[in-house]
Structure formats: structure tokens, C-alpha cells
């Protein structure tokens, strides 16, 4: 993606018309008073042409102007100048096609909203906004019958600036003039364009999983419905056709080629969030690293192999790289980026698109829903998992035995805190598999992490997922009605995320005895080999 779509001019450009000149006079201002501390603040006033009160509250009194913050919030989060190749801004471009079909920035903060009606999407929209780094709060509708809308909080309005510059209107969608997708779309791969198709389908059309693909999608204005004809004619195998009531109808052949697999709704969700329906991807293990620089981890790597490949000099290759020569040269005497031994390692160990059905798959599924109940994955992405019975111990051990790892036990038996168990080698790359998979690191602001879309999609996750927690919160886990009780830990959305899935997708009994408690009639439970 061409870097003047988020760059720092036309993200200032938000703040009003000379917002940019605030900017390059206050940075200016800073740099003369760093420079030269005796400089008079009327001389540096009299360089900048600004006036002099506003230089004393700049460097006196420590003031620094709304659009200069904004752009420091968006560069300590990878905002600016945003990696095309990475995860993270398949994320941004999903979270963009979100407003379109359902969701919308306040015209007075620039403040985002996005719109959920279940489970699936709810943890979908939530691990998109988990890769750019936001955390959220849910607002329940005051209506009945209307969408839960979901908020993000620290960042949300420089967020929303950064949707509208990649062009996401503004307010009512249906009070825009001449509404269009993005500009973007034509200058990025055609997986970006898909990606935004699937969250229009998911957010517009009727939801229905009874066999049939074709869907009726709703959009925001009748010329808008023509700009996702001519989009979906461009990136899938299939046709769509203007229907009435701003409709267009998609047909089969496009749904399940944006799709890829059934059940519809989980294949898509599965296929946006996670570019796979096979998780992790290389790509989004790669974007661990690197995640708010440009070029990404991922790109990094493809930069790295494009170096190897080159016979040229180092001052050319470094010419038509954005890389610098001393790197080319040091790639070249044998060093190798973090971010390339990271994938080589997962690669060898094969965590890369595993079989769904397969126990290294099933066994990193047990794992991240180990992290979520009951471990930690450090700022490294080293893991840590904990126990309280020798039960679970057990069965930590065959999953990871089935996974490939070799882990040491800390505080066995100790009365006051839980046992705990860690990896002994490529701990941090395992943690980035599992991050890639949905699990959050404990410091980043994403605070509630819900289930992953990929784990709707495949029973088996979801069976393996779900007796995780059963293995570790349930009251008896081998009683024929165990109950399970969420800590808060988890947070407030998790427990009904956690029955949807035992519902929907595996056709358990489940009676709610109280907003955290889940008793279970008879499930059928899977922990591993």
C-alpha cells in the first residue's frame, strides 16, 4: 500500500486544514529550544512564525497540541505507514469494510463503533482489533431487537481518524454522497479486496447456513450496490447482480469461493480474520515481529530472500529496498533477521497450516485454550501454563507430547500458588503461534479475549476447546452433569461465547444457573491423545 494512504500529513489534515503546519512548527520549535537552550523563546517564536504564547506553552508549560499527540498515538501503534504484508493491516482493512457494513465514526470525535449480533462475529471483530492494538467495552442496545455495538477505549478517536483517511465515511452512510469502497483496494493484493467482501457478507446478509450459498446483501445506497458488483466480479469466480431495496444478490459460486469450505458464516469469519482456514499462517506469525515498523515481520522476511536471490551490489539492492546497505550486508555475511529463524523454527516443527484434524492442530487449539484458562503469555509471547491437579497435569503433558514440546514444572505441590509449567526451547516461538491462534500477551491493552472464529469452525477445536475449560473449571469433570463456572478473569462477554460454541457447534445441553455458571448434560469430552 502506497504510504500516503496513512501517512502523518493526512492523518494531521483530520485536525483541520492547518493542523499540519502546527505540526512541522512544533517539532521545529522543540528542536531549536533542544539545540540551543539559551535561545531566547521570542526568537524561536519569531523562526517558526508562531506566536509567542503559544511557544511558551510549548516549551514552558509542557503543552503539546492534540494533532502532535495523535500522531505519536499512531506510531507507537504501527498506524503510520502501515505494512500492506502484514497482519495488521488486514485487520485495519477489515475493521474499514466494518464501517461500511456496520458500524460508523462519530462526525464530532471521529470516535468508531462496530455492530455484532453473535458470538461468532463478536470474537471476530474483537481479535480484529486485538491485532491493531485496541482494547474494547460492549454497549448493549437500549432497543430490543438492535446490535450490540462494541467501542473501542484508549486511542478510539486517533483510530477513527485513521479509517477515514483510508477512506471509511463518516456519519450516516446513507446521507453520504457518492459512498464508494475504499481507494486503496486497486493498489493492494486482490486477498485484501476478498477480505473486505467477506465482512460485507457477514454483517449484510441474512444469516443462514441451511445449504444454500447464495446471499442477499443489504448495502448502504444503490450506487454503493454496483461498486460490490463490479468488486465481486473482479476477485471471485462467481457473478453478483443489483436485486431491489439496495440488494445485490451474490450468487453460489461466489460465496463458496469466498468462503472455501461450510458451514457459510464460520468459513468466512475463519477465512477473514485468520487467511486460512488452517491457522496460523506464516504471515501472521511473521507479523509478530517487527509488528509496529514497516516493513513488518512478514515483509521482512520476503525482503531477506529477495537479497539472497540478488547477484547486484549491496548499494543497489539497498536502492530498490526499503532496507538499508549495512543490512544488505550483514544478510549477506550470514546473519539472518529474528523474524526468519522464528519461521524456520515453526516450519520445522510444522505449526504452520497443520491439518485441522490432526493432532499437532488439536494440540495447539488445547494450548491456546489453556493460556485462556488458565496461563499467561509474557510480552516475549513466552507461555506459561498453570495447574492445580494432578488430572490436568496429566493431560498437559499428552498434549504436549502431541505438539512437540518439552516443558519444565515450577512450584509442584506448593499450597500457595499454582504449579506451573514452561517450555524449555522455542518458548517464544511457540507463543507466537499461539498469539497468532488468538491468544493475547498479558500486557497488551486488548483486555478480554473472546474465542477464535477458526475454533467455531472446525467441531473438533471446538470440542477440544471447550473441554479444556471443563477440565479446569468445571466441579467435577467426570460427573455426567458438570458445571462450570467462568472466572472474571475471562471477562464479561466470555461465558456466553463459551456456550455459544458448546451450543452451536456441539450441540451440548447447557442450563445458565447464573451468569457465570454453565452445567452440562452429558457432554462428550475431548483433552487429547
Given at each position: 500500500m502506497d504510504s500516503t494512504l496513512v501517512s502523518e500529513q493526512a492523518l494531521a489534515r483530520t485536525y483541520g486544514e492547518s493542523a499540519w503546519q502546527t505540526v512541522t512548527q512544533y517539532r521545529r520549535a522543540t528542536q531549536l529550544s533542544k539545540e540551543n537552550p539559551d535561545l531566547p523563546r521570542a526568537e524561536i517564536a519569531r523562526r517558526v512564525d508562531r506566536p509567542p504564547s503559544a511557544i511558551r506553552g510549548w516549551l514552558a508549560e509542557n503543552k503539546v497540541p492534540p494533532v502532535v499527540k495523535g500522531l505519536r498515538i499512531a506510531h507507537e501503534r504501527g498506524w503510520i505507514d502501515i505494512d500492506p504484508a502484514s497482519e495488521q493491516f488486514r485487520a485495519l482493512n477489515q475493521l474499514v469494510a466494518w464501517i461500511y457494513s456496520g458500524g460508523g465514526i462519530s462526525v464530532d470525535t471521529f470516535a468508531p463503533h462496530f455492530s455484532t449480533d453473535d458470538p461468532l462475529m463478536l470474537g471476530t471483530l474483537t481479535h480484529l482489533l486485538r491485532w491493531v492494538g485496541l482494547s474494547y467495552r460492549c454497549r448493549d442496545p437500549e432497543i430490543p431487537d438492535r446490535h450490540r455495538e462494541v467501542v473501542p477505549e484508549k486511542g478510539a478517536s486517533i483510530f477513527g481518524r485513521v479509517l477515514t483517511v483510508l477512506g471509511a465515511p463518516i456519519g450516516v452512510k446513507r446521507q453520504t454522497e457518492e459512498l464508494a469502497p475504499p481507494s486503496y483496494l486497486v493498489s493492494v493484493p486482490p486477498h485484501h479486496t476478498r477480505d473486505f467482501l467477506r465482512?460485507?457478507?457477514?454483517?449484510?446478509?441474512?444469516?443462514?447456513?441451511?445449504?444454500?450459498?447464495?446471499?442477499?446483501?443489504?448495502?448502504?445506497?444503490?450506487?454503493?450496490?454496483?461498486?460490490?458488483?463490479?468488486?465481486?466480479?473482479?476477485?471471485?469466480?462467481?457473478?453478483?447482480?443489483?436485486?431491489?431495496?439496495?440488494?445485490?444478490?451474490?450468487?453460489?459460486?461466489?460465496?463458496?469461493?469466498?468462503?472455501?469450505?461450510?458451514?457459510?458464516?464460520?468459513?468466512?469469519?475463519?477465512?477473514?480474520?485468520?487467511?486460512?482456514?488452517?491457522?496460523?499462517?506464516?504471515?501472521?506469525?511473521?507479523?509478530?515481529?517487527?509488528?509496529?515498523?514497516?516493513?513488518?515481520?512478514?515483509?521482512?522476511?520476503?525482503?531477506?530472500?529477495?537479497?539472497?536471490?540478488?547477484?547486484?551490489?549491496?548499494?543497489?539492492?539497498?536502492?530498490?529496498?526499503?532496507?538499508?546497505?549495512?543490512?544488505?550486508?550483514?544478510?549477506?555475511?550470514?546473519?539472518?533477521?529474528?523474524?526468519?529463524?522464528?519461521?524456520?523454527?515453526?516450519?520445522?516443527?510444522?505449526?504452520?497450516?497443520?491439518?485441522?484434524?490432526?493432532?499437532?492442530?488439536?494440540?495447539?487449539?488445547?494450548?491456546?485454550?489453556?493460556?485462556?484458562?488458565?496461563?499467561?503469555?509474557?510480552?516475549?509471547?513466552?507461555?506459561?501454563?498453570?495447574?492445580?491437579?494432578?488430572?490436568?497435569?496429566?493431560?498437559?503433558?499428552?498434549?504436549?507430547?502431541?505438539?512437540?514440546?518439552?516443558?519444565?514444572?515450577?512450584?509442584?505441590?506448593?499450597?500457595?500458588?499454582?504449579?506451573?509449567?514452561?517450555?524449555?526451547?522455542?518458548?517464544?516461538?511457540?507463543?507466537?503461534?499461539?498469539?497468532?491462534?488468538?491468544?493475547?500477551?498479558?500486557?497488551?491493552?486488548?483486555?478480554?479475549?473472546?474465542?477464535?472464529?477458526?475454533?467455531?469452525?472446525?467441531?473438533?477445536?471446538?470440542?477440544?476447546?471447550?473441554?479444556?475449560?471443563?477440565?479446569?473449571?468445571?466441579?467435577?469433570?467426570?460427573a455426567e452433569t458438570p458445571t462450570v463456572t467462568v472466572p472474571p478473569r475471562a471477562g464479561a462477554q466470555f461465558p456466553d461465547t463459551l456456550e455459544a460454541l458448546m451450543t452451536d457447534c456441539l450441540g451440548w445441553s447447557v442450563e445458565r444457573d447464573n451468569p457465570r455458571q454453565l452445567t452440562l448434560d452429558d457432554p462428550t469430552l475431548d483433552f487429547g491423545p
Open positions: 465482512i460485507h457478507i457477514l454483517n449484510r446478509a441474512k444469516q443462514t447456513d441451511d445449504g444454500t450459498a447464495g446471499r442477499y446483501v443489504y448495502m448502504p445506497s444503490n450506487t454503493y450496490c454496483q461498486d460490490i458488483v463490479d468488486l465481486i466480479k473482479s476477485v471471485t469466480a462467481g457473478s453478483a447482480t443489483i436485486s431491489t431495496q439496495d440488494r445485490v444478490w451474490i450468487s453460489a459460486d461466489a460465496v463458496r469461493d469466498l468462503a472455501g469450505d461450510m458451514p457459510i458464516r464460520t468459513a468466512l469469519a475463519t477465512q477473514a480474520l485468520h487467511g486460512s482456514l488452517q491457522p496460523p499462517t506464516d504471515r501472521a506469525v511473521a507479523s509478530t515481529y517487527r509488528a509496529t515498523k514497516s516493513p513488518g515481520g512478514y515483509r521482512y522476511t520476503q525482503l531477506y530472500e529477495q537479497v539472497q536471490d540478488d547477484d547486484r551490489s549491496r548499494s543497489k539492492v539497498a536502492y530498490d529496498l526499503p532496507i538499508s546497505e549495512s543490512t544488505v550486508q550483514s544478510w549477506r555475511r550470514g546473519s539472518k533477521p529474528h523474524v526468519q529463524n522464528g519461521l524456520g523454527r515453526v516450519r520445522e516443527r510444522s505449526w504452520i497450516e497443520p491439518d485441522p484434524e490432526g493432532e499437532i492442530a488439536l494440540g495447539l487449539t488445547a494450548l491456546l485454550a489453556w493460556l485462556f484458562a488458565r496461563g499467561t503469555l509474557r510480552d516475549t509471547y513466552y507461555p506459561v501454563f498453570a495447574s492445580r491437579s494432578e488430572h490436568q497435569r496429566t493431560h498437559l503433558e499428552r498434549i504436549a507430547d502431541a505438539v512437540g514440546i518439552a516443558y519444565s514444572t515450577y512450584r509442584l505441590n506448593d499450597p500457595d500458588h499454582g504449579t506451573e509449567h514452561r517450555p524449555e526451547e522455542d518458548g517464544s516461538v511457540l507463543g507466537r503461534v499461539l498469539y497468532a491462534l488468538g491468544s493475547p500477551r498479558s500486557s497488551d491493552p486488548f483486555s478480554e479475549p473472546l474465542i477464535p472464529p477458526y475454533v467455531y469452525h472446525h467441531p473438533a477445536h471446538a470440542r477440544r476447546f471447550a473441554s479444556i475449560w471443563v477440565l479446569h473449571y468445571a466441579d467435577d469433570w467426570t
